[in-house]
Structure formats: C-alpha cells, structure tokens
C-alpha cells in the first residue's frame, strides 16, 4: 500500500520532465500509476469483501507513538476504486482536453497525480495523524490545481478561498483529532471506533473533528468554496469537487461512524447542516446559467445529502450510504467531464447559448441521459437503488423532519437534473444553433465508461450488498434486514421516490414561475460575501497593526517584543511569586562584585550618547558575564564569552565608521527612561523566570547523567564538548546550518556582490606614485605585506610588529583548542574564534588587502565545506554498520611521544571551525573590506570636489 502511494509522488516529480517528450500524451502515460493500483484494488476485492482487513504498518516515530499504519477494509476499499479509477480515466481525458502547447501541461500533471497519491493516502490511512498529514496535502494540492492558470484573477481568488475554507477546518479537525488520542492512548481510527472515548471533552473532540468533515466537503456555511472553485479546469472539477477530493469528509464521517454516531451533538450537527446544505445546493442549482455552475451546486446539495446518510450510524443507513457515494462519484464526474467537452468544443458553458448541442454529440448526450437520470434517481440506475435505500433508512430511523428535507431536496435534484439536460443539449426556440466541433472518440471515452457503470451498476444490488457487508456489519443490528435491490415492493420508500420526482418535474415546468419567486426570495447575504466581508477586515486589520508597529525602527520593534514578554508570561509570574522560592544570590561574594559591576556598566551604557563609548560598556557587560562564568566553574563558556565578545565589539566598532558618533536623544530625555525602565522591567522579569523554573524543578536535571555517557562516547572529560558534538550533536549541526544561513543573509542584506568581488592580492596592487619602491631580494616573499597599500596615516608599526609576533601563535593557539577541546577547554567554535581573531588582528594592521593575503579564500567556500564535512562525520558511521553522530575511539602507540587518544567526532568539531572561521571572514569583507572601498571612495570624490572648487576660484 505504501509503495502505491509513493509511486504517485515519484512519477509526478519526473512528470514535468517528460512533458517536454510527450506533450499531453504524458497523461496516458502517467495514468498507468493509478491503474495499477486500481488493479491491485480489484485482485484484493475477494478477501476485502470476505471480511478480512489487510494493515501495513511501518515504525515512524516510537516515542511520539507515531507509526505509518495504512489498512485496507470494505470503506477504504471503496474510496480507492473511486479515487484510482476515475482518476485513470481523467487523465485519459486529459489527452484531448489541453492543447499541445498549454504552457500549464508540466505543472498541471505533475500536481494532479501528486493529488490522487495524497488521496490514495487519505482513504488508506488508519492513524488520523497520517490522515490529517495527508488530508493537508490534498489542500495544498488543490490550491494549485484550482490556481492552474495564475494570470486569471479569478483562478486566484478561488484557489486561496478554497485553501483558507478547508485548511481553517483541518486545524480543527487536527485538535479534535489530538483530544481523542489524549483521551483514548491512541490515533488509530480503528482503535478508537472498536472503543471510543467518552464524556463532555470527547463530544468536543468530536464536533472538532466534524468541523473539518464539513468544511472539506463543503456544508453549510463552508459550502461557498465549492462553486468557487470551479475556476479550474473541467478536469479538476470531475475528480476533485465531485469524484475525491470532496468527498474526503464523507469518507471521515463514514469512518467513525461506527463508534461515534450516538455521541452526542453528532446527529443533530450533521443532519441539520446536511439537509440545509441539500436544500441550499438545489435551490442555487436552479439559479445558475453556467452549466458547470448548476452541477457544482448539485454537487454541494448532493454531500449534503451523503453527509445525511452516513451520520444516522445504523446498518440500513450504511449501507445505502455506500450505495450513493459509488454513484455519486460515478454519475457527477461523468457529467462534469461531459460539461468539459462542451466548453471544448462548443466555447461556451452558457446554457443561453447553447441550442441543438444534443443532436450534434448524440454519443455525449447519451452518457448525459444515463448520468442524469442516476443523479435524478430514476430506475434502474445505480442511482435509483442508492436512494430508495436512503429513504427506507431514514424511514427506519424516524426522523420525520429529515425525511421531508430529503424528499425536497430530492425534488430540487431532479428538477435542476432536467435544467441541465434542457440547458445543454436541447434546442431552444430563438436560439441559434451552436457550432460545434466533432468530439474525438478518446475524448468521449472516460464519460462513456462512467456512465455504463452508473447504468450497469444498477443491476447488481445484490452483489454490492454482499461486497458492503463487513463495513455495515459494525453497526449494531436491526430487525430491518437492508438489501440494495431495483425492487422492493410498493412501499413507503417507493411511494416517496415517486413524490420527489414529480415535485421535480413540476418545478421545472413551472421554472419561470418558480424563478420569479427565488428572485422574490433572494437576500443579498450569503456565506461567500461575509466570508469576503471577513477577509477585509483581516487585510485592514493587517494593515493598521502594520502601519503602527512596523515603524522602521529596531528599538520600536524590540519595545513591542518585550512589552508583549511583560504582559503575558510576565503577568503569569507575578501571579506565582508568593510560593516560596529559594534563593541564592551567590556561591562566593567576589561575584556579587562583579555582577555590581555589570550593572554599572548597563546604566552607563543607557546614560551614554556617544555610540562608541555605548559599545564598549557594553562589552565590558560581557566580560563581566564571562568572569561569573569563570567564577562558577564554567571555563567554556567563559573562553567562548570572551571570544564571541571581542569578535562583536571588533564588527561594532566596524560598523560605527558608518554612523554619526551620537545618539539622537538626550542622556536623560523621557524616551532614555521609558526604554532605561522597560529594560528594568524586562531583566527583572527574566529573574523571576529563572527562580519560578529552577524552584518549581520535580526531578533531577538531566545533566547529572552525562558525566557517564561523556566517558562512554571517545573518553572526554570536557562534558561540554562532548554534550555539543555527541550527547546532542544534531543540536550543534542545526546551529552550524543556521551560522551559515544568517552569515549569508548579512552578507546580501548589507552588500548583494559582497562575495562576487574577487580576491585580489598585494602584489597585484601597484605603488602609489609618491611612495618609493624599496629593493628585495629575488624571490623573496615580504610577509605582512598589506599596510603599503595603506598612507601614513593610517599605519601602526607597534600594531604591525605586534601582529608578526601574534598571528601564528594565535593560529597555533587554536589548532590546539581544537584538538584538545574533547578532553581540556577548547573545541571547534572557540577555535574558530580564535583563527578569526586572528584574521581581525591581520585586518586591522594592514588593511582589506592584508586580509586577503591572509585568507584568500571565499568565505562562502570555507561554510560550505565546513557544513559539507560536519554532515559528511554526522553521516560516515553509517558506512561501517553504525548510526548517525556516531563517535568512535582510535588509541595511537607512538612511543617516546605518547600515546594520542582520538575521537572520530573530531572531524565533525572540525566542520565546526570552517563555518565559524568562514562566517568571521564573511563579517570582515562586509563590515571591513567593502566598507573600506565605500570610505575611501567618498574620500577620493570629496578631494575631487574640493580641486574643481579651488580650479574654480582660481580661475575667477
């Protein structure tokens, strides 16, 4: 089963790629998927039928009790006949439906048989999880079928609709579907029907889950998207809104009607909504012009009426269910497709233009007859045998009111039945005759097939009542035995199918009569318009909020977060803080002390306008951090405070180049101490958090239990490495990915063509004019080459002298913190850090030419091989039977020099350092190299400025 529901989405990702081949004959081709598994579906009808449920489960997620379990019964069964063959016979259609160059044929196939997958997933699934995963699916698939052509607004609109209409439910339904499992200790549809939960949060559950039943299926008040949705092409409407797609929340209903029809608020729910929907669905039918239009809304008042059936949970009703949905599915997609061929042919779906259509495609009419006659319920359709076994079940269930909504219904059925016949096929009177195109025999193929089964069907009553048996036998049992038959005898049912008949062929004789009463009748309120009503207000709601929060201003933006964190969360722990807490204000005073000092520190920086004495208390705030690292017995982070530290006063004092040097507010403006106070607030508030959670911990940290598997993992001694690249290393790769990403997005935010300038050397810079070129020796290589390029002015040679002294040692300095990471402090992040340093340092002292002889490399190379090598240690274990971020130990014997002590994950610690070594080099060519040109730029066009003035003095 699984594999059936992976082919689909395989050959629909190679489908774009052989339309370029095929053209529209990629459909035959495609349509081989769901034809086998149509075929499969009739080799497994024997054992279905017999009783037997065939499940294949496969472990997903264990502790999430998460598994891929797909079943196959009576109900799934059905669903897949309908789904795989209506779909191969579609697509057939689709052969001579769109024309050789439809620049659509790529997407539209591709998408269209990634659908029929999801919903071949939908009817298979056992898990509702997997059914909500693949209910989603066929959402989002839809939206971009039904948004086919993108250039039409009308496409557009309707595919969002339908995409906000049935998602909004599935979100529902998804929570219902969690409160079951959170009842019942299980997501199994099969579980929970054999024991359903009980109780008032169960029936809540229920009614969730039904929300979005019938919002797929498009009940009142969801059902405005249906017709909506008719923008896309015939085909979509033949299998998505009548023959599938729709019928996903049908499918839903039937599926846990067995063990939740006596819930209560089930039946009430369903049965009101669904006659209304049946009642609402014919009378627009009988409004509509548009052919397509008038089955659309047959199609909203025939769910509703599929819906009716299937929620009264007994076995007559179940089995007339299953009965209506074969022929539903088999009579509306074959007058949907026949709808297509007269738009094809004939250019238009307008039934005031349409004349004499019948006489010109008497093959196409004739299937229209059969269809008709079905969704009309008139014998000896399969039709006709569904519907006389709704009424003897909703007779059994003696609900009078639903019966007489049923009957009038039934009647708007047959009456908008006989309005499509008339309306597309018939010669009007005044009403010139319609060209149109003879059909090719393929084309008329699918409706031809779908219609002699509606017909065929009808004869083998019988055989399908034993086909339903094993669905209808989990219902409880009735002294009423239900049998799908032509003949039942003159009874109740009979005498009710003959009233809604003729009720119909009254209303359409009297159709101008009865059309003048519905525009009597009419309101200019209606679902669509107050959903519309709806979406504006969220658009001009949007874009107030926007207008007032999204200022432009970071500190606008950081107030609103941290105004939110105070009223919310905030509130919760003020609301908590008279429970006693136990308090530790240090281990040792020197860290009061130094925690005084921050806080001086942060009031000086809040009281200071120049932007570069701000920066640097704020990084004595850091180091200040870091030495209560240190103080706490906490190296590591101490070494990685102070690293991550310097690097960023180092980029802010970059970036400072570029700002004016002072604040724009006074040091003791209102605004100073609104923000002064709200950073109080804030810090306070982050306190309280940490004592409500450390006091209000029930058991031992989790961290008691890593020395052991610290050793266990290579024999490190330093938990925080191995916790980072072993204990929890899928953490420090997301993190790895994320440095790679954001150092992107700085370098395109700030600069797009920051890495496409290329690298160029000192010895590809000529000397200035005025500076004298000093001898070398041949060959020789000056090494610190880069402050030449710079004046005077601008050189240090103390800075330079220093560098020559520092540079290798800090390089050595970090190989050594990487190696010795997994056992002393160290590891692949403050390695990193300190071979950037050491970058900065070169920087700093010769210049943006200095920093390309030191690292003339991409940085975008140095992330990506770095992300490329983390994945590849994360991933290698696999190929010697191990799992993924496994470490192993490799002991060396080297005599007089020891006995080095490897772990494998040092390879990952590795990929570590190039990202961060490649985001610093990143950082410096944006803050530094490229800022250096644009400085240096204006420079030269200020002196340049500055001579034409003096010419010009001069000269006058």
């Not at 003949?487 to 004789?509: C, D, Q, R």
């Not at 000529?766 to 070129?773: D, F, G, H, L, R």
């Not at 014997?893 to 590795?910: A, C, E, I, M, R």
């Amino acid at each position: 089963m699984l594999a059936l529901v992976a082919a689909h989405f395989i050959v629909a990702a190679l489908t774009p790629a052989l339309v370029r081949f095929l053209g529209p004959r990629v459909f035959l081709v495609v349509a081989a998927v769901p034809l086998v598994t149509f075929g499969w579906a009739v080799a497994m009808a024997p054992r279905v039928t017999g009783g037997e449920v065939l499940t294949q489960s496969i472990e997903w997620l264990p502790n999430l009790h998460f598994d891929i379990t797909l079943t196959l019964g009576v109900l799934p069964w059905l669903m897949t006949l309908i789904v795989s063959g209506i779909g191969v016979l579609v697509l057939v259609y689709c052969r001579w439906y769109f024309a050789d160059d439809d620049p659509s044929l790529g997407q539209f196939s591709g998408v269209f048989l990634a659908f029929a997958g999801a919903m071949l997933g939908l009817v298979l699934s056992d898990d509702l999880l997997l059914l909500y995963v693949f209910w989603e699916l066929t959402t989002v698939f839809s939206y971009l079928l039904i948004g086919n052509d993108p250039g039409r607004r009308a496409s557009r609109l309707a595919a969002m609709q339908a995409l906000i209409v049935t998602t909004l439910g599935g979100l529902a339904m998804l929570v219902g579907v969690l409160m079951l499992g959170q009842l019942s200790g299980t997501h199994l549809a099969s579980e929970l029907v054999a024991d359903p939960p009980t109780g008032a949060v169960a029936t809540v559950a229920v009614v969730l889950v039904l929300v979005g039943a019938v919002s797929k299926s498009a009940l009142v008040p969801f059902h405005f998207w249906l017709p909506g949705a008719m923008a896309a092409p015939t085909p979509v409407s033949a299998y998505l809104h009548a023959a599938s797609m729709v019928k996903a929340g049908v499918f839903l209903v039937a599926l846990l009607a067995p063990g939740f029809a006596d819930t209560p608020g089930w039946r009430p729910t369903v049965l009101t909504l669904g006659v209304l929907t049946m009642l609402l669905g014919g009378w627009r039918a009988l409004r509509q012009y548009d052919v397509k239009l008038l089955l659309a809304y047959g199609t909203v008042s025939q769910l509703g009426f599929l819906l009716v059936v299937f929620s009264i949970g007994t076995r007559h009703a179940a089995l007339a269910g299953l009965a209506m949905l074969l022929a539903h599915a088999l009579f509306k997609a074959t007058l949907f497709l026949v709808v297509g061929i007269i738009d094809h042919n004939a250019g238009t779906r307008d039934l005031r233009e349409l004349s004499g259509v019948g006489a010109r495609l008497p093959v196409v009419f004739a299937a229209s007859v059969v269809a008709a006659a079905s969704m009309a319920g008139l014998p000896p359709m399969l039709g006709f045998v569904g519907k006389e076994s709704v009424f003897g079940a909703l007779l059994e269930d003696g609900n009078w009111l639903v019966v007489a909504g049923v009957v009038a219904g039934s009647a708007l059925t047959m009456a908008y039945t006989l309005r499509f016949l008339w309306g597309a096929f018939a010669s009007k009177p005044g009403v010139e005759e319609t060209q149109v195109v003879p059909v090719a025999p393929g084309f008329a193929a699918s409706p031809v097939i779908l219609a002699s089964l509606t017909l065929g069907l009808g004869f083998f009553g019988p055989t399908l009542t034993h086909a339903f048996e094993p669905h209808v036998a989990q219902f409880p049992a009735s002294h009423h035995h239900a049998e799908l038959a032509l003949w039942h005898g003159l009874e109740l049912p009979l005498l009710l199918s003959f009233v809604a008949i003729g009720l119909g062929l009254l209303l359409f004789w009297k159709r101008r009569l009865f059309a003048q009463f519905q525009t009597l009748a009419s309101s200019t309120w209606s679902a669509e318009r107050l959903y519309r009503a709806g979406m504006r207000a969220v658009d001009r709601s949007a874009v107030e909020v926007t207008g007032f929060t999204q200022r432009g201003s970071v500190a606008a933006y950081l107030a609103f977060i941290l105004l939110v964190v105070l009223a919310l969360p905030g509130t919760v722990m003020l609301a908590n803080l008279g429970t006693d807490l136990d308090v530790v204000l240090w281990d040792s005073p020197a860290q009061g002390v130094v925690g005084a000092l921050i806080v001086v520190a942060a009031i000086f920086t809040a009281r200071s306008r120049r932007r570069l004495r701000a920066v640097i208390l704020v990084g004595t705030t850091g180091y200040g951090t870091a030495l209560l690292f240190l103080l706490h017995g906490a190296p590591d982070l101490a070494l990685t405070q102070i690293l991550v530290e310097t690097t960023s006063l180092v980029v802010f004092v970059l970036v400072l180049r570029r700002l004016p040097e002072y604040f724009t507010d006074r040091p003791l403006s209102g605004r100073r101490w609104l923000r002064m106070l709200l950073g109080l607030a804030v810090g306070l508030a982050v306190a309280g958090f940490m004592l409500l959670a450390t006091n209000a911990r029930s058991a031992d940290p989790v961290s008691v239990d890593f020395p052991e598997p610290a050793l266990a993992y290579g024999g490190g001694h330093n938990i925080v490495s191995v916790i980072l690249l072993d204990i929890r290393a899928w953490d420090t790769l997301g993190e790895i990915s994320v440095l790679v990403a954001a150092a992107t997005g700085v370098a395109s935010l700030i600069f797009l063509d920051t890495r496409l300038s290329g690298i160029r050397r000192v010895r590809e810079i000529p000397y200035p004019e005025t500076v004298e070129k000093l001898p070398t020796a041949a060959g020789r290589r000056v090494w610190l080459p880069g402050p030449r390029t710079l004046s005077p002015d601008r050189r240090s040679i103390i800075f330079e002298v220093v560098t020559r002294l520092m540079f290798h040692t800090m390089v050595v300095l970090s190989i050594y913190l990487l190696f010795a990471g997994h056992n002393h402090v160290g590891g692949g992040f403050a390695a990193g850090m300190v071979t950037g340093l050491a970058l900065m340092v070169r920087y700093l002292a010769g210049g943006r030419y200095e920093l390309d002889e030191a690292a003339p490399v991409d940085a975008g190379i140095l992330m990506g091989t770095g992300l490329f090598l983390a994945a590849a240690a994360a991933l290698a274990p696999i190929a010697f039977g191990g799992t993924v971020l496994q470490s192993a130990q490799v002991d060396f014997h080297l005599g007089p020099l020891g006995d080095p002590h490897l772990v494998t994950s040092v390879f990952f610690d590795l990929g570590v350092y190039l990202v961060v070594v490649g985001l610093i080099l990143d950082l410096l060519r944006t803050f530094g190299s490229r800022l250096d040109r644009q400085i240096l730029r204006a420079e030269r066009e200020s002196d340049e400025v500055a001579d034409r003035t003096t010419t010009v003095g001069v000269t006058q």
